[in-house]
């Protein structure tokens, strides 16, 4: 069942009222962008909801007892004066600024346009799936939080890699210890960042991750596929060429073997890899 004031129910009793959807995003890097798909701005709840930006629609929504993921489609039509973060909306979609975004969908029923006192209802709320391009706009499908649900059992397996993520609270180690802030040097692509004077040689960064802070690319985050010759090579291309200068941060990259727990982090009484397992074939 919705919640509800009994100011709104009221009001949905008289079966006048006009309505509006308002969009919440979240996004992985905390900014909040907020939109509606009515004809003028809505304030809810002390927070601003656009209507100057890309026009917005959603599926239809629907509720059943059970434990299935629902999906909610968001279309929308953006044109290249919308921007977030800087970026059009096409160009920050490629750069992954939307994965993982929370997105939550409340409908205002209002007796006159932009009345909000009676609050509004959750008609959906979740975490961004996929992103595809269509003709003349973006659709955004998002799945409800039941999909945290579908989780492997057991949860930790017996394997010769470590279980733990790098830099979670089970690997215990801090990730600003192994992170080198420094700049881009010449010769920079969209897969290959020079960084002069990390102090590490080859590999040491590899399966790790740059940040931009700084420039076209500020705030946009990529894993590094290798790092040779100070040089990181990125798994995803970049959808802007860096410039000489910008300010990125490195983080080292494990590749969960018991090896590289000793002899690079030095974080071996956190190892929870299990090297020594016999294969099944000597196992009997």
Known sequence: MKAATQGLKDLLATGQFVMADLFTFT????????????????????QTFSAVGPRIERSRAHWKIGLDVDMQEIKMYPQSTDLIGGLTWPAAVCQGLLDGAIVQVERAFMPTYGDTSNGTVIMFAGRMATVDFARNGIVLRVNSHLELLNVTMPRNLYQPGCV?????????????????????????????VPIAGTGHGDGYYDLGTLLFTSGVNNGVSRAVKQWLSNAALLQQPLYAVP????VVQIAAGCDKLQATCTT????????????????PETAV
């Open 27 to 46: 996004l992985i890097n905390a900014t909040v962008v907020r939109l509606t798909s009515g004809d003028a701005d809505i304030v809810s709840g002390g």
């Open 164 to 192: 733990h993520t790098l830099y979670d609270a089970g690997c215990t180690l801090v990730k600003a210890t192994f992170t080198f802030t420094g700049t881009v040097g010449a010769g920079a692509t969209k897969t290959s």
């Open 243 to 246: 410039g000489n200068g910008d």
């Open 264 to 279: 690079k982090f030095n974080n071996l009484a956190n190892f929870r890899g299990f090297p020594y397992v016999p294969v």
